[in-house]
């Protein structure tokens, strides 16, 4: 008996609703849309071109195509899906657990003009209401972290996929390390300041992969393409550990916003221990699904 899909739901919608003010103020929320990393190329001189860079590379990893079917699972504030629509011409189907979500990217989505290929809707991207082989593609940016078991989330989108469909994933990944060390114990306390149980490892991610049935597997290791991010979180710890502290001493933070600091402080902490990467991961639903294809390790 195998146990059922697991995401910790209310502690993901309350710190994605009590946190959303740290995103507008130090990550362009109200004009880009975007909750992730970004991704930096040696010429890039702003995290506001970095946000918009990071959907582009997603999407060529992708390679998607314009009318294509694309879930975007895990949608914050509809960043993803939008870009999509605006630039490849896509009908995207966002989801998200929070329904404050949900409103905010309908809201946006009329506000740049695409509101007629996207649409949204409050959805556990673990077990969703689509029928089978509904997408051409199935997308998940500094989502997938979420799933408590990521065979779940990979079993649902094997679901949805069309054959010859494409998964991509942008997200953090955990390296090897012992279970009660130092290094699992500060990786804790930087996904605990998310709401995120833990970070799959980039091995484990790939087999249960193959294991679900996609192949093709690819890793893209662009650790090296989000470092400026890194870097700049960290940078607003101390000031803003004060300010937060202030805050909250009057009334006017809570301790999920002041732990949302801290894992600025963590998630510096544990890269320069190497105890994390990021990558973008591609596979491919057979387009007939007989035998399980190779898997590649392919690091840029």
């Known amino acids: 008996m195998t146990a ?15 946190c959303e003010v740290d995103y507008r103020l130090l990550w362009h929320l109200d004009t880009h849309l975007c909750m992730h990393y970004g991704y930096w190329e040696k010429d ?13 590379k997603m999407a060529s990893y992708a390679d998607i195509q314009p009318g294509e079917e694309v879930l975007d699972a895990g949608c914050g504030v509809g960043g993803s899906s939008i870009f999509l629509a605006g630039m490849h011409g896509c009908r995207v189907q966002g989801i998200t657990l929070s329904g404050k979500q949900v409103d ?26 689509f029928p089978d082989e509904s997408f051409d593609v199935v997308w998940g ?5 979420y799933a408590e078991d990521k065979a779940d989330f990979l079993r649902e ?3 949805l996929l069309r054959p010859g469909g494409r998964l991509v994933v942008g997200d953090f990944f955990s390296t090897p390390m012992e279970p009660d060390s130092s290094e699992a114990a500060l990786m804790a306390k930087w996904t605990a300041t998310w709401a995120i149980g833990s970070y799959a490892e ?9 294991h679900e049935g996609f192949t093709g597997v690819m890793v893209n290791d662009i650790t090296d393409r989000v470092v400026p991010s890194i870097r700049r979180l960290y940078y607003t710890f101390f000031p803003g550990l004060i300010c937060t502290k202030v805050l909250q001493w009057l009334g006017l933070r809570n301790k999920r ?22 990558n973008i991961i591609t596979a491919v639903k057979p387009a007939a699904s007989s035998a399980f294809g190779n898997v590649n390790l392919h690091q840029k």
């Open 202 to 210: 980039t091995g484990v991610f790939v087999s249960k992969a193959g």
């Open 157 to 159: 989108a094997y679901r």
């Open 104 to 129: 905010r990217c309908r809201e946006n989505a009329c506000k740049h003009g695409v509101d007629e290929l996207v649409s949204f809707s409050r959805q556990n991207y673990l077990h969703t209401e």
């Open 44 to 56: 890039t001189r702003r995290l506001r071109d970095a946000l918009v860079l990071m959907n582009e």
């Open 4 to 18: 059922s899909p697991k995401l910790n739901e209310e502690e993901i919608i309350a710190y994605y609703e009590d």
């Open 141 to 145: 940016l500094e989502s997938i972290c």
């Open 257 to 278: 916003q002041t732990a949302n600091t801290w894992s600025t402080w963590y998630q510096y902490r544990a890269w320069k221990r190497g105890l994390w990467k990021y």
